[in-house]
């Protein structure tokens, strides 16, 4: 068995790790120079951090993150909707972690340089097409010139090419661009004063405006952390056309930022000292894709945001893409033939994720601050008289169950 793993994101990194812990090859093509450490912030769920942890990661994520403690969700006044205890806290057997997306990336990385080999990974790589037959699958890959420079034979394709995929593109060529709900995401990072425990995360504010703030490594002090910040506002329609691909990943402009960041309040954090201190910063449209109806055309599948872009509302999309290289790891390690194996991943995973897709549309866990919102627009006075506990937990739990993360009963809630 020998798979052609496109892409080298988190997902398509940890599917290497995987198939390579069940004995099987595998060659993984990114189509950047490098692979560098991009991005800011994320949150990874102990669902994906116990499979990370397998590989025998945890130690070396541990070195680099944050455990996170407790998550706070406030309306945009800064009042407290809910509270949440969060991976060891919440009674689950490894942490939450905080991280910078790049660092959890380059722990992967070089996990899989040192079991694979640096040979088993090609830089600079784009795929161009691909066909299969009764025996596997043929990939050519081109450089940034067009110029081809591989062409590749293996058993399975596994497209891990995110939400731009190539791979998708190919299964359904009639799709088109990616669905934009008008949100705006702006995101940083800076070293600040630690805030609260030190551990914690606050989202303050509903869908169409919030502001959220986490710590995700250690500072330059003992009393600092390098602190993550988004701010995602509703800027267009919903259903609009999104930027063109270029401005995904622009830097954000200070100007049109911090009018948004003056709706909200924070009690725990200077939240506009912090932003006003960053350097420099990003933003991004906040775009997923509508659930497909299959992932798998013969020995060809999607993995992570090419299956199931998302978007950014509780913690998942990483943490998603883990789950979906352990599955398939294991059915191609148990099955009889690969169209097998790739036929019961989707449907394992297919539905779930489909259905964390459109929850994270109604806002996910974080629709417990649009409910209080909607009910309590100018804040509260006794939270339980805009909407009880049952009522809030019903919410935030119901979320925690359909993505696999629900917590040790009787932990996870804490009342203020």
Not at 164 to 189: I, K, Q, Y
Not at 310 to 320: D, I, K, T
Request: charged share 25%; net charge neutral; proline share 6%.
């Amino acid at each position: 068995m020998k798979a052609i793993i496109v892409g080298g994101g988190i997902g398509g990194l940890t599917t290497a790790l995987m198939l390579r812990a069940r004995g099987m090859a595998c060659e993984l093509f990114e189509q950047a120079d490098t692979i560098r450490e991009l991005g800011v912030g994320i949150n990874t769920l102990p669902h994906a951090i116990r499979e990370l942890a397998g590989l025998g990661l945890l130690q070396k994520l541990d070195d680099v993150a944050i455990r996170t403690d407790v998550l706070y969700y406030l309306n945009r006044h800064g009042q407290e909707v809910w509270r949440d205890v969060r991976g060891i806290d919440a009674g689950h057997d490894v942490p939450q972690f905080s991280i910078h997306r790049g660092r959890l990336q380059s722990v992967i990385h070089r996990a899989v340089e040192e079991r694979l080999g640096k040979e088993a990974i090609h830089t600079g790589h784009r795929l161009g097409a691909f066909t299969q037959d009764d025996g596997g699958v043929t990939a050519h890959f081109f450089d940034r010139h067009g110029s081809h420079i591989k062409t590749v034979r293996g058993d399975i394709l596994i497209g891990a090419d995110g939400i731009h995929s190539r791979v998708r593109e190919t299964l359904f060529p009639d799709e088109g661009p990616p669905c934009w709900n008008g949100l705006m995401l702006w995101r940083g990072a800076r070293d600040w004063p630690m805030f609260l425990t030190g551990r914690s995360m606050i989202v303050a504010g509903g869908l169409n405006a919030k502001v959220v703030v986490y710590p995700i490594a250690e500072g330059s002090s003992p009393s600092n952390r390098l602190t993550n910040w988004a701010v995602l506002v509703k800027v267009g329609d919903s259903n609009s056309t999104p930027p063109r691909r270029e401005d995904w990943s622009r830097p954000g402009r200070r100007e049109e930022l911090m009018p948004h960041v003056a709706r909200f309040s924070v009690p725990h954090v200077d939240v506009a000292g912090l932003i006003s201190a960053t350097p420099e910063f990003y933003e991004y449209p906040t775009c997923d894709r509508d659930p497909l109806p299959y992932w798998s055309t013969g020995r060809v599948t999607l993995l992570g945001d090419a299956a199931h872009p998302m978007y950014p509302v509780g913690s998942n999309g990483a943490s998603q893409a883990v789950l979906d290289a352990r599955c398939l790891a294991d059915l191609l390690a148990r099955s009889e033939h690969p169209r097998q194996a790739l036929m019961a991943y989707e449907q394992k995973r297919l539905p779930m994720t489909a259905e964390i897709v459109r929850s994270n549309r109604r806002g996910g866990p974080e629709g417990v601050i649009d409910a209080v919102e909607q009910l309590a627009p100018d804040g509260f006075t006794d939270i339980e008289k805009v909407l009880s506990f049952a009522q809030r937990e019903a919410i935030v739990r119901g979320y925690a169950t359909k993505a696999g993360f629900a917590a040790v009963p009787g932990l996870a809630a804490v009342r203020g």
